[in-house]
């Protein structure tokens, strides 16, 4: 069990499913992944993630019109 705001380090990270649920339930994650290809996937899963997470609190801490 963890913590919000903990650090997890996941080893063999692969295209980053594992990261994404970590990401979304508040964890601080590093991900390792040495295969060049599956860390292109890896990046582009976190980062897609996080840009959605950035988009829905923007959202959500927009002031009501």
């Known amino acids: 069990h963890w ?3 903990q650090t997890v380090v996941v080893i063999g990270a692969g295209a980053g ?3 994404r649920g970590l990401i979304e339930a508040g ?3 590093i991900g390792i992944e040495p ?3 599956q ?3 890896l990046q582009a899963a976190v980062l897609t ?3 959605q997470m950035t ?3 923007e959202k ?3 002031p009501a019109v």
């Open 60 to 62: 959500d801490n927009a």
């Open 3 to 5: 913590l919000p705001h």
């Open 17 to 19: 499913g594992d990261l």
């Open 27 to 29: 964890l601080n994650v």
């Open 49 to 51: 993630k996080l840009a």
């Open 35 to 37: 295969d060049p290809r």
């Open 39 to 41: 860390f292109n996937e």
């Open 55 to 57: 988009a829905s609190e």
